[in-house]
């Protein structure tokens, strides 16, 4: 009887031991895949987001009206307003109901797409009018807006209306130098989206 349990405890150790060897390589192969697959997981969740082309999402639809108040300032001042000769406005700007007024350098024009996802332009410029000449133009434009507003925070003042379906916003403060790297007195940021 002694024997039997001898012989069935060395059978039962070498089942034990010839499935250890067969089953460990298994199971460690199992393991490395289960990590590939993890890290591959990992990998593929952290694509960076495709670089866009640097166009905007939607293009202005509204077709511009301009107010005869508008129309009559921007003729009285024709001789000071920026003519687009080298091409450096963004494609579709509406110049014909936000000029440009009195420019010495243009520093940048895009069409953009807005946090709303609304077409409109962003155009920025420097002048060697005083910040006053060029208030004095943007605010007899903007005056007869419906819902114009006018606010000074320290040496920059913001106008902003509502002409023809779009939404104006127009700063005009002293030029830093350090800031535009262009020579002048005053800049002019103008920020036009489609309502």
Known sequence: MK???VLLSVLLIGVLITGA???MPKLLSDEKTTAKETSTTTTTTKQPEPIKNNQPDATATTAIVVPQEMQTVIEENSEDIYVDEAGLLAGN???QMVPLYGVTSLSQSHQI???SGKPGWKTSYV???STDEILVFYQNLLSSAPDYTEETVSATTNLKGTVSGYSISISISPNNPEKTDLPGNSTANIFIEQL
């Open 3 to 5: 024997i039997r349990y």
């Open 21 to 23: 060897v067969l089953l």
């Open 93 to 95: 700007y509406p110049s």
């Open 113 to 115: 797409t807005g946090v």
């Open 127 to 129: 002048s060697d009018y």
